[in-house]
């Protein structure tokens, strides 16, 4: 059986505060192995020091395949809340998909609305048209197989160093993995709540 756990990225008081009862929440329901990237420590939690995690910490999120021991990986924002099982998406994985990630409520003529419009929004609409806009904030993914998809969604990130969601479609449109789709439950429902915004 693969090697599986959690990744938080906790940079900032807010951001710390909100990873801590992010983990409490994740061990009422889950037995599983945690990983806090920070550049302090936090608690007894096992912390991965990383120094320059770049604007919003994007740069540290898009290098925690190089971070974490598992096979098998779950990233959560810290301002997540969980409130059920989650081990449904290692099962996928272990299946033989990929990536495992939750679409984002804006599609259609809204989707990357909230990246820069002038550059990077259109930059991707011509590269990616008519994309699946994905939920950066809940996923899982196997490391081995996805690689090259984060290396790629790391170089992508780094032409505007800003919201990582474009970046993502690039990259899976230069690297494609197997992806699986869940739905809102898993990122702002009933089994992963997602307070939006608290950890800024």
């Known amino acids: 059986m693969a090697s599986r756990g959690v990744v938080y990225i906790a940079f900032g008081k807010n951001a710390r505060e909100e990873a801590t009862k992010s983990i409490q929440s994740l061990k009422r329901h889950n037995n599983l192995d945690v990983v806090v990237v920070s550049n302090k420590a936090l608690g007894n939690y096992n912390v991965k020091t990383f120094d320059s995690p770049g604007w919003g910490a994007r740069q540290a999120k898009l290098s925690i395949h190089r971070l974490v021991p598992w096979d098998d990986v779950l990233y959560l924002d810290a301002d997540t809340r969980v409130k059920g099982d989650l081990s449904i998406g290692f099962d996928i994985l272990a299946d033989g998909w990929d990536l495992i990630i939750t679409p984002s409520e804006h599609q259609n003529e809204s ?62 449109e230069k690297e494609p993995v197997r992806v699986w789709l869940l739905g809102r439950q898993f990122n702002g429902g009933n089994v992963v709540e997602h307070l939006f915004g608290r950890a800024r």
Do not use: I
């Not at 011509?126 to 994905?134: E, G, N, R």
């Not at 081995?144 to 690039?170: P, V």
């Open 111 to 172: 989707v990357l609305q909230h990246v820069n419009k002038e550059g990077e929004r259109a930059m991707t609409l011509d590269m990616v048209p008519s994309p699946l806009q994905l939920q950066g904030g809940v996923f899982w993914f196997n490391r081995t197989r996805c690689y090259h998809m984060f290396e790629e969604w790391c170089n992508e990130w780094q032409r505007w160093k800003n919201k990582d969601q474009a970046a993502l479609l690039r990259a899976l």
